[in-house]
């Protein structure tokens, strides 16, 4: 069984820094292209960042890029979000999910999500 | 960027009726289109990629059609459990952008 499950949410102030972390297992992890998706209170979905299967390519959101890093560790079937210079429009759930192992991006399976909350 | 806009932005239904709703990119994306249902407190659910391919054990009465930058999504015979917000996405580039939901409602 596919698990996705997020951790290192919390409060924290505008300027400061999060690191969210992502556990996989139930599939070959290192196959799979990763992403990080979050959605602000009552508010829709926003794609964040992806990563490719090696760690070799990354993408960003443009209100994210130079703030975020996204990376992994196959060996610990770990995906990551260095979040820095947090702002309060940040405020949201964030959900690690499974992306593409091939072919165009199709995000099949979610974890719960982990709440991000910057407010001082 | 591409934008994603979905219409309508919420909508009421019976069950047993037939829904649709309706992606539009600002772009062309070709086939390049997913469709995610998300229940209050839950975490999206993959429908249909590739505009009209259905994930493995979602029910049928789900389908999904179009192509370069109109979508449709159609729930034939809306069940109890249908009840929810729905999401497009393009999935062809990053950046891999939402549209903004569809909330399908009890009448």
């Known amino acids: 069984e596919v698990q996705l499950v997020e951790s290192g949410g919390g409060l924290v102030q505008p300027g400061g820094s999060l690191r969210l972390s992502c556990a996989a297992s139930g599939f070959t992890f290192s196959r799979y292209w990763m992403s990080w998706v979050r959605q602000a209170p009552g508010k829709g979905l926003e794609w964040v960042a992806n990563?490719?299967?090696?760690?070799?390519?990354?993408a960003y959101l443009d209100s994210v890029k130079g703030r975020f890093t996204i990376s992994r560790d196959n060996a610990k079937k770990s995906l990551y979000l260095q979040m820095d210079t947090l702002r309060a429009e940040d405020t949201a759930l964030y959900y690690c999910?499974?992306?593409?192992?091939?072919?165009?991006?199709?995000?099949?399976?979610w974890g719960q999500g982990t709440l991000v909350t910057v407010s001082s | 960027d591409i934008q994603m806009t979905q219409s309508p932005s919420s909508l009421s239904a019976s069950v047993g009726d037939r829904v649709t709703i309706t992606c539009r990119a600002s772009?062309?994306?070709?086939?390049?289109l997913n469709w995610y249902q998300q229940k209050p407190g839950k975490a999206p659910n993959l429908l249909i990629y590739g505009a009209s391919s259905l994930k493995s054990g979602v029910p049928s009465r789900f389908s999904g059609s179009g192509y370069g930058t109109y979508f449709t999504l159609t729930i034939n015979s809306l069940q109890p459990e249908d009840f929810a917000i729905y999401y497009c996405?393009?999935?062809?580039?990053?950046?891999?952008?939402f549209g903004g939901g569809t909330k399908v409602e009890i009448k």
């Open positions: 999910a499974r992306d593409k192992d091939v072919g165009p991006s199709l995000l099949d399976f």
């Open positions: 772009q062309t994306i070709n086939n390049y």
């Open positions: 996405q393009k999935s062809d580039r990053t950046p891999l952008t």
């Open positions: 990563i490719k299967e090696d760690g070799g390519e990354t």
